[in-house]
């Protein structure tokens, strides 16, 4: 999904813009989805592609809403992100290359992933 920064920032949000086309990261404890635990599905505030299902979804205490599992490795684009002095895995999504968050090896089972999302980069359809 190839669009210009002027039409990202016309469709999105200044929040959705800064997190998803600008790689930001929003304050945790701040977004709609943090503490958020009702069924149906999260997709990607950019382009609607469907990343987690809400029954995948747990608290992981830190703020943003997590994930131990996407619906489909085809949906999550990894990437090393070196920023911050820190090496983490970033996550992007796979149809328009939106910044979503980072995954990390901490997570509960059966995974043992902890996909660390931002808010901003999510919407959600309901069960």
């Known amino acids: 999904m190839m669009k210009s920064d002027e039409e990202w920032r016309k469709e999105l949000n200044p929040e959705q813009y800064r997190v998803l086309r600008k790689k930001g990261t929003e304050r945790p ?30 608290d992981a205490g830190c703020g943003w809403p997590s994930f131990w599992e996407s619906i489909s490795p085809d949906r999550i684009v990894q990437q090393e992100d070196n ?19 980072h ?5 509960p ?11 901003a980069s999510l919407g959600f359809k309901r069960k």
């Not at 989805?33 to 747990?58: H, I, M, N, R, S």
């Open 29 to 58: 404890f701040t977004g709609e989805y943090w503490d958020y635990f009702e069924p149906g599905t999260y997709v990607c505030a950019g382009c609607g592609q469907e990343l987690f299902q809400a029954d995948t979804k747990f």
């Open 83 to 101: 920023s911050l002095g820190m090496r983490r895995i970033e996550v992007l999504c796979s149809r328009c290359g939106g910044h979503l968050g």
């Open 103 to 107: 995954v990390f090896p901490d997570g």
């Open 109 to 119: 089972k059966p995974t043992g992933l902890r996909y660390c999302i931002n808010s």
